[in-house]
Nanobody, 126 residues
């Protein structure tokens, strides 16, 4: 079955930078709509950013991260990346990589439209 594995989480001070990565052994990330979600304990999982597959490379960023976060795909490494700059305490949460079995992302890209999920990586900003 499809597995997504996140890496790169950690604890940083506000204003600092973190980079997250997500890779899969079974899914060619470049072809599909993939996304980063985050969740704080007791709250719903929220979209951070989604990006379409090769035929639809549009991105959809949450307003709260626009201008600070950048999603990208490294096709050679079959990796989805999230560069997070100017981190804020409210960015704290578990970050999940998600994939959808289509090249196009749903509008809006709700969590229920993604069928494959990683186990998450913790990001803590203090």
């Amino acid at each position: 079955h499809v597995q997504l594995v996140e890496s790169g989480g950690g604890s940083v001070q506000a204003g600092q930078t973190l980079s997250l990565s997500c890779t899969s052994s079974m899914l060619t990330i470049s072809r599909y709509c993939v996304a980063w979600f985050r969740q704080v304990s007791g709250e719903e999982r929220e979209l951070v950013v989604a990006i379409g597959g090769d035929s639809d490379g549009r991105t959809n960023y949450a307003d709260s991260v626009k201008g600070r976060f950048t999603i990208s795909k490294d096709n050679a490494k079959n990796t989805l990346n999230l560069q997070m700059n100017s981190l804020r305490p409210e960015d704290t949460g578990v970050y999940y990589c998600a994939a959808r079995g289509n090249s196009w992302c749903a509008t809006p890209p709700l969590s229920g439209t993604f069928g494959f999920w990683g186990r998450g990586t913790q990001v803590t900003v203090s």
